[in-house]
């Protein structure tokens, strides 16, 4: 099985750095004038149109789990009452590959592969998307999608088009899509999209231990070590880590 679990992965990223992981390079970031101060002047509401739009090109060049199909209608089950949690305006799909990943982006599209749920219970998954939830919840994707879209030259293409977010180029859009499902998270960051997974198991009366089993399974398939392979299974800490402190909150009945 092909193992990329991008699940937003275990980086330090910051406003004025970049992971290596990141399809285009150090000059080209140079070049399209990404720095912190920069990516500032890139409004939230202009991040959300290039999600919208950076989703749908994924959408099309993945194959999307139709209604009918059982993982899509698993996963309806699953997050049944999600669709606005938080506060948040949620969508989910399922794209069906043997990939082992689930992303999400700050428009609250929230994308997970049929190799993830092939891996885990429904508890287990719903943790899992609760950790992505909790990326979005705290603005750590919002962060990762301004640095891509600067990195990128959205704000430079769109500024051409009359300042038409919506109508960037898929090449764009690619490198934009591309940056953000690999980014990498700070261990602190990752550490409270656990806690936020892990809260909305108690939230919801689900099996706490979930959080646990779910980071285990990752371990175990070892995406939980260096090379940053997905958010949720990055190496800061590791996923045996990351399971053994939601043990402790669960011993600590907090």
Known sequence: MKIRFLLLASLALTLGSVSSAWAFDAGRLMGAGANAAAAITVTDEDLIKAA?????????????????????????????G?????????????????????NASPDGSIRVYSG??????????????????GHVKDGDVMDAMRVAYIAAGGREA????GGTVT???????????????????????ESAADV????????????????VTALQKIDQLGLGGSGGLLGLLS?????????????DLIAQGK
Not at 63 to 71: F, H, L, R
């Open 158 to 161: 769109a500024a051409a088009a």
């Open 52 to 80: 919208q739009a950076m989703r749908a090109l994924g959408d099309r060049e993945n194959k999307v789990a139709p209604g009918n199909n059982p993982y899509n209608q698993r996963l309806a089950k699953i997050m049944k």
């Open 116 to 133: 993830l749920m092939d891996l885990l219970n429904d508890d287990e998954l719903f943790f899992v998307l609760g950790h992505e939830i």
């Open 196 to 211: 936020y997974g892990y809260n909305l198991l108690r939230q919801y009366k689900r099996n706490q231990q979930a959080g």
């Open 235 to 247: 190496s800061h800490p590791n996923a045996g880590d990351r399971a053994k402190a939601i043990a």
């Open 167 to 189: 109508v960037l180029s898929d090449s764009i859009l690619g490198d934009i899509l591309e940056a953000v499902i690999n980014a990498q998270f700070s261990q602190s960051q």
């Open 82 to 102: 999600m669709e606005n949690a938080d506060g948040l305006k949620l969508n989910f799909k399922v794209y069906l590959t043997n990939d082992v990943n689930a």
